[in-house]
């Protein structure tokens, strides 16, 4: 079974990806075959400082070996190595009804936050199609924001097998788990997200004295038994679902381990929980920052691996749409 999600290189990426995310595609690589593109082309969609955008790239990548991304069993490549991405994109562009792009939930909210409408915005969705299919992919593990562009994925499979004849898989989509969903520090009714500025959010490799500092600033509910009520008690709530993923331990467990406890110690339990997950990725991530050539081998030999796939489908693609 073959498995591929995409992370752009711009951003932080916070303890709500990790968990939500990155954590599952460290976990999938031990069963199945894992794709992991950094998808520049997509990020180009907002504007980029070309100064800096590679070094950005470059970082995720960093990032993504720290947080455990395997590159002896895993194929970490940077999208637009691979040329295929952009030229399966425009076949599907070809059969996409512009109306179906229009009615993107995110395009709307993106083009109604931004000034910059460009095409790749509408377009963005045919790409992410194209990441996928190029592989012949079965899973896609993705947060619940992109249900509609996997759908949209799925739809663009079975229109190009039906006008040109069984091609593409159509893959399913591998959703986070709901316990998973971390909400905001600063407003947890409220997913954890870097719009909401940053006293709402944990980087994976913010440094020590910040973490301690935002955890022990999160709104907490009035009362003061650790209790899981997501409806009433929705930051503790949110504390608690931190503290037991990364405990490992049920919500249950680290309910009856607070039991005692007050709302202070309670999160300082959570603060240093945290520093014993991240000082290490953060190490790790600083590590790899100083082998540059290392960190650049492995995205050439992924993009190298991702090409031989990919040159297969497009292939394919030419002759059955009469290119070649
Ligand atoms: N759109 C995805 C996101 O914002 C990133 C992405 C691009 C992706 N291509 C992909 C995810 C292919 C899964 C598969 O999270």
Not at 84 to 108: C, D, S, Y
Not at 182 to 187: E, G, Y
Not at 207 to 217: E, F, G, P, T, Y
Not at 263 to 287: N, W
């Amino acid at each position: 079974m073959r498995v591929l999600s995409g992370i752009q290189p711009t951003g932080e990426i916070h303890l709500g990806n990790y968990l939500g995310a990155v954590k599952r595609w460290v976990e999938l690589q031990n069963t199945h075959e894992c794709l992991f593109p950094i998808v520049d082309l997509h990020a180009l969609t907002q504007s980029q400082n070309p100064k800096t955008f590679r070094s950005q790239v470059m970082e995720k990548a960093a990032e993504l070996l720290a947080l455990g991304v395997n590159p002896e069993t895993s194929v970490l490549f940077i999208q637009s190595s691979v040329r295929e991405h952009t030229e399966l994109a425009w076949i599907f562009n070809t059969i996409t009804p512009v109306g179906e792009l229009e009615r993107m939930t995110q395009f709307k909210d993106k083009s109604a936050k931004s000034k910059n409408i460009n095409m790749g915005l509408m377009d963005y969705p045919v790409l992410m199609a194209a990441d996928i299919l190029l592989y012949q992919t079965d899973l896609v593990p993705v947060g619940q924001d992109q249900t509609q562009h996997l759908e949209l994925t799925r739809e663009t499979a079975r229109r190009f097998n039906s006008l040109y004849g069984k091609t593409f898989k159509e893959p399913k989509g591998l959703l986070a788990k709901e316990g998973a969903k971390i909400m905001s520090l600063k407003d947890p009714s409220k997913k954890m997200s870097k719009s909401d500025g940053p006293s709402s959010y944990l980087s994976m490799f913010e440094d020590a004295l910040s973490v301690k500092k935002k955890v022990m600033a999160a709104v907490t509910d009035t009362g003061k038994n650790i209790q899981y009520d997501p409806n009433k008690k929705p930051g503790i709530s949110n504390l608690l679902t931190i503290y037991a993923i990364l405990k490992g331990v049920s919500i249950l467990k680290a309910e009856s381990q607070f039991a005692d406890a007050d709302y202070s110690s309670f999160k300082k339990a959570v603060a240093d929980l945290l520093l014993t997950t991240i000082e290490p990725f953060a190490k790790k991530k600083q590590e790899l920052l100083s082998r540059e050539l290392y960190v650049q081998e492995i995205l050439e030999r992924g993009g190298q691996h991702a090409s031989s796939i990919a040159q297969g489908t497009m292939q394919n693609v030419r002759s059955k749409v009469g290119l070649s």
